[in-house]
């Protein structure tokens, strides 16, 4: 499927974070569906959600690595940007996640993910993660599985 068509109905989307990485490392791979994707943020067609641990998970390898400008532009994305939402997990989100968890087998950071995403009532969960499509409660969008 097209990222435009896997796109057309969605107002709101829930982010993982490998696409960030991959967006702002400039991954050759999938930064060309990715551009479609923050093209419509950017346009303010989709708001984006994602769970604060999204923070932790990018700024980790930057931060090992001293990487300043890195830490920055991740920083300035997710807490600066219009139509970017950085939700802090709150006891319903982590109620949500242990269910999740508990459902799904899943490990804490996806369930805390996925969780954010029913929180806000996401219309789709964007990820690169194949294990997650056994989620049901939202639509998953796999990277891997959309083109440009």
Same mark, same amino acid.
């Given at each position: 499927?097209? #990222? ?5 109905? #969605? ?81 319903t989100i982590a109620e ?19 969780? #954010? ?7 789709a969960f964007l990820t690169?993660?194949?294990?997650l499509k056994r989620v ?5 969008? #796999? ?6």
């Amino acid at each position: 499927m097209k #990222v435009a068509q896997a796109l057309a109905s #969605v107002a709101t989307l829930a982010l993982d974070t490998a696409p960030l990485i991959y967006y702002l490392e400039l991954n050759t791979t999938y930064l060309p569906r990715l551009d479609i994707v923050f093209n419509e943020i950017g346009q303010g067609h989709i708001q984006v959600y994602t769970a604060s641990i999204t923070l932790t998970e990018v700024l980790t390898k930057p931060i090992r690595e001293g990487n300043q400008q890195l830490q920055m532009s991740y920083r300035n994305l997710l807490t600066s940007t219009n139509n970017i939402a950085l939700i802090s997990i709150n006891p319903t989100i982590a109620e949500r996640a242990a269910e999740l968890r508990a459902r799904y087998n899943l490990k804490t950071p996806d369930a805390l993910q996925i969780a #954010v995403a029913l929180y806000q009532q996401c219309d789709a969960f964007l990820t690169n993660d194949l294990g997650l499509k056994r989620v049901t409660e939202v639509q998953v969008l #796999v990277l891997d599985d959309l083109t440009v």
